[in-house]
């Protein structure tokens, strides 16, 4: 069982790490960080964070190691290899990896991790920046039941909707389900608020009569009002969402399953990115619309 007596390693302190991690500095847990860039780490070491001076430091001196970096070529970095996280972390201590990526690279660390005595979740999460700032993430997990059982003070510190949804990979198969109805959804709310406009009609209030009724979602009451604003502010990046859809279409298609939806999306989003909005959040969408 993890407790506040237990030391925390926490890798990857981006747009949603940042806040993660001063939730758990603020509920009284030892913290230490790594991330590429320790200029963009000074504000969480002023607040009471510990700096360690790579992975393998990270692993070879914390209880529960916790990772959201950004692709499935940087989960493969830090968790495998003589300098990685299986290698170093101690036998019984857990890993909890946040990312957004391959089921399949879940399973493979599940399965290292078992045979160097280390518990396995794949935990990604979703509620974007104001989720990670609150709290208030949903967290889906694949794992075991005591590992999860073990870490669940420091998801509910992390989030509200905390699901053990089964085996290791299984929280990475619903993140992809996640991000399948985000894709087709954005292309929604970008649309609405465009035709609101042509109609003459305030789309701010429109927002205000949609956003309560059957049309409601995440996209449409935080990002659509961004998008009238003109705030393209990352939450979460197009990149990131690019990658996401990529690893959904290409599980999707192992399966035999047609997503037109998310093809069109992710078609959408490509352009968007080549048209230099890459680092721009993903409700940057909208101008191509406007164009």
Known sequence: MITKKSKIGFIGTGVMGKSMVYNLLQS??????YTRTKSKAQDLLANGAQWKNSVAEIAQTSDLIITIVGYPKDVEEVYFGSNGIL???KPGSYVIDMTTSKPSLAV??????????IHSLDAPVSGGDVGAKNGSL????GGDKDAFNAVSPIFNILGENIILQGDAGAGQHTKLSNQITIASNMIGVCEAIIYAKKAGLDPERVLQSITTGAAG????????PRMIKGDFEPGFYVKHFIKDMTIALES?????????GLSLSLELYKELAEKGEAD???QALIKLFQA
Do not use: D
Request: hydrophobic share 40%; proline share 2%.
């Open 28 to 33: 009284g847990y030892n913290v230490s960080i």
């Open 280 to 282: 721009s959040g993903t």
């Open 138 to 141: 949903a967290i889906m997990v």
């Open 87 to 89: 290698e170093n972390a």
């Open 252 to 260: 999707a298609q192992e399966m035999g399953l047609s997503t037109p």
């Open 217 to 224: 979602s995440f996209s449409l009451s935080i990002l659509g």
């Open 108 to 117: 493979k660390i599940y399965e290292q991790a078992k045979a160097n005595q």
